[in-house]
């Protein structure tokens, strides 16, 4: 700063931020031209519990910057508030609506297990580890005939964004804490970010059929942190329950439904829809899948949707089982084909009756992205490279970061950008959802990344230029092993390890369904070769949907050890019968290598 102060005639120039209103942190802190930790510190002191990729509004941007001896000019601010004008709905038009409740907590503490005895339906098996990797939005309908909606938000701690973006749409949080073990960190994270949207809790303390589970001593922990339960005198419900047998759950929902009668909710069903984009993939077959959360409103097929810069019609409209629905009124969770991209996970969406304005709209927020991004992309100085001469051994790691949700993308994101050190940069060159593609690879050899495929695989032509051009590509299905194989590259302590190999690729051209056996599909082997104990992958449309075993391979009737590249082959898949014509059957061999980046 004192180098500014020196030049009077540029003091006015350098110490006004042009920028726009929810900008997130680590933008802000490259705009300044501090590090991203002393932004969230700043924060911090200042009572605001934030995270590298969390967006501030403008009242917190002004606050934050002043502190850094900055002015802000905001861009189009007064437009953008014009445009979002919030519409006021008369009381009379208000009627009832579900609670929209989210499930928080430390991770393996039991959400999801009991989301899935609720729902009489297995998710976890869906999820890799048993480890939720994203949002999940479910509708449920008790036998009373009451309805509540859940989200449920992953525990580990590098979701600490998604769990945020799950307390800012939710009525109520259940807070599951595992009565065998303790409050833990991402527990109390949670806790904070309920109070922080002031949303009110109920705990939920599982597994207290558990040998070694002590409620009283999560209580007793509870209370450290000024939270006093009912049976403690406070004002907190909770209620022990196993969600594995199901021991209590009936009672948790009638608490669930008491705390939601004490808040009377209400929204006006007669109107154009508007809430929150839950999750966003893309599929292939189908185009970009978004799960939104329809808050106020009633959402039909065909209505014209903008959420942030990205617009469309809605042209199909599903729950989250996959069955077809025409409309959704307030609280309902679905998913909606139509949208011309995948919108960022926690951005509100709003229903617009004229094309031409939602059409402008979308487009001149994705040209202020554009000019934040511009601005915000920092270029070496010559200050830069004198500091990185004086290190020494200072390097930077680029990343590609692709994923299967943006939800997952983010997280990966956000807790990668955190491990940089004063030695070893780590820079995320660009993230998007979708399969691997030629341009991506362009990009790592353009930029000397390495692209980390979350979920997701590369196209034939994309695997084919990243092995001419040397590009290494790392896939996972595990956030926080990623996040761990990273850390220890930088640290320099990658040990040899088993590693995936694909050994060979094949496409299944015929499906056939044999009665007591199965499905069966007839394939041909492109490359490589498959034999009897080869370990696949199901890639569909360049997303990883199924990892598991051969439960036969045939050559015509007669059951081989191997088939080469070129020639064709039956096989049935162990425990799995939902093949189709065109899915990629990758089959792969673990070995022991020395891993490098």
Same mark, same amino acid.
């Given at each position: ?108 503490? $039991? ?141 948790? +929902? ?82 909606? +084909?139509? +949208? ?41 100085? +010559? ?132 009665? $007591? ?81």
């Amino acid at each position: 700063m004192a180098e500014k102060r020196a030049i009077k005639e540029g003091e006015d120039v350098d110490s006004k931020l042009q920028l726009t209103e929810f900008i997130s942190v680590s933008e802000l802190a490259n705009l300044m031209d501090v590090n991203f930790t002393d932004v969230i510190s700043k924060c911090m002191s200042l009572g605001i519990m934030v995270s590298i990729n969390q967006r501030l509004d403008a009242e917190v941007i002004e606050l934050v910057a002043s502190e850094f001896g900055f002015e802000v000019e905001f861009i189009n601010l007064e437009q953008e508030a014009e445009q979002e004008a919030e519409i006021i709905d008369a009381p009379e038009d208000m009627e009832p609506r579900a609670p929209i409740v989210t499930i928080m907590g430390h991770v393996d503490h $039991g959400k999801t297990s009991l989301l899935d005895y609720i729902r009489r339906a297995n998710v976890v098996a869906g999820e890799a580890g048993g480890i939720t990797q994203h949002i999940g939005a479910y509708e449920v309908t008790l036998e009373n005939g009451k309805e509540i909606t859940f989200l449920d938000t992953p525990g580990h701690e590098a979701f600490t964004a998604m769990r945020a973006r799950g307390a800012k749409v939710t009525d109520i949080a259940v807070i599951v804490v595992s009565a065998d073990d303790s409050v833990m960190p991402q527990t109390k994270e949670a806790i904070s970010h309920a109070q922080a949207a002031g949303v009110p809790m109920i705990f939920a303390i599982n597994k207290i059929d558990k040998d070694g589970a002590n409620p009283d001593r999560i209580r007793e922990q509870l209370s450290a942190m000024n939270i006093l339960v009912e049976e403690w005198g406070g004002k907190y419900q909770s209620q022990d329950i196993s969600a594995k047998s199901g021991l209590n759950v009936d009672l948790l +929902l009638e608490k669930i439904l008491l705390e939601a009668e004490i808040l009377d909710l209400k929204a006006n069903p007669n109107r154009f829809a508007n809430g929150s984009v839950v999750e966003a993939s893309l599929d292939k077959g189908r185009g970009f899948v978004s799960t939104i959360l329809v808050q106020s409103g009633t959402l039909k097929i065909g209505d014209m949707i903008v959420a942030g810069s990205i617009f469309g019609r809605v042209k199909a409209m599903t729950d989250e089982r996959g069955k077809k629905k025409t409309k959704a009124g307030p609280s309902t969770p679905v998913q909606i +084909l139509g +949208l011309n991209g995948a919108p960022q996970s926690g951005e509100k969406f709003k229903v617009y009756d004229d094309e031409v304005e939602a059409k402008e709209i979308a487009n001149h927020r994705a040209q202020i992205l554009r000019e934040q991004g511009m601005r915000t992309k920092k270029h070496i100085t +010559l200050d830069e490279i004198g500091r990185r001469l004086a290190l020494g051994n200072f390097k930077q790691l680029n990343v590609i970061i692709k994923g299967d949700v943006d939800g997952s993308v983010e997280a990966l994101s956000d807790s990668l950008q955190r491990l940089s050190t004063a030695e070893i940069a780590v820079s995320v060159v660009h993230k998007a959802v979708g399969q691997i593609t030629e341009s991506d690879v362009l990009l790592a050899t353009a930029s000397d990344a390495i692209i980390l495929g979350f979920q997701v695989r590369p196209s034939s032509q994309a695997a084919k230029l990243a092995e001419n051009e040397n590009i290494e590509i790392r896939y996972y299905s595990i956030i926080y092993d990623a996040i761990d194989e990273i850390r220890s590259a930088m640290e320099g302590l990658l040990e040899p390890k088993i590693e995936k190999k694909a050994v060979c690729n094949i496409e299944v051209r015929e499906v056939f369904k044999i009665t $007591g056996v199965g499905t069966i599909a007839g394939c041909y082997v492109m490359d490589g070769k498959i034999k009897r104990d080869t370990k696949i992958n199901l890639v569909r449309e360049g997303i990883v949907i199924y990892t598991g075993e051969l439960a036969s391979l045939k050559r015509y009737k007669d059951d081989v050890k191997e088939v080469l590249s070129g020639t064709e082959c039956g096989l049935g898949i162990k425990n799995y019968n939902d093949l189709k014509e065109g899915d990629i059957i990758e089959g792969y061999e673990e070995i022991e290598v020395k891993r490098t980046l």
